[in-house]
Nanobody, 120 residues
Framework: QVQLVESGGGLMQAGGSLRLSCAAS????????MGWYRQAPGNKRELVAT???????NYADPVKGRFTISRDNAKNTVNLQMNNLKPEDTAVYYC??????????????WGQGTQVTVTV
């Protein structure tokens, strides 16, 4: 079906920037929305940002004005540029893709997660 490989993340001081990337491969007929979610220890997984196949973006309130999501439809990739990072952004970040793997079969896919740690 569809595999997601994430890259980026790591350790950064508050106020710094990081960029996450996610590449989708495998049996892809069409990708609908792509997005990023995050989960901090003891918390539920939460939405960070999504982008539709038409480029319509949606951001969670805590990241508005600091994070930017983008996608390359030709390469089946989605990126998350994270600026002015804050310690509360520390979490495991997961790539999510809503895709058709045949003309009629659709599924929701998740990456393995990448750690982002922001220090004061």
């Amino acid at each position: 079906q569809v595999q997601l490989v994430e890259s980026g993340g790591g350790l950064m001081q508050a106020g710094g920037s990081l960029r996450l990337s996610c590449a989708a491969s495998g049996s892809i007929f069409r990708i609908n929305a792509m997005g990023w979610y995050r989960q901090a220890p003891g918390n539920k997984r939460e939405l960070v940002a999504t982008i539709t196949n038409l480029g319509i973006r949606n951001y969670a309130d805590p990241v508005k004005g600091r994070f930017t999501i983008s996608r390359d439809n030709a390469k089946n990739t989605v990126n998350l540029q994270m600026n002015n990072l804050k310690p509360e952004d520390t979490a495991v970040y997961y790539c999510n893709v809503d895709a058709y793997y045949t003309t009629t079969h659709r599924a929701d896919y998740w990456g393995q997660g990448t750690q982002v740690t922001v220090t004061v």
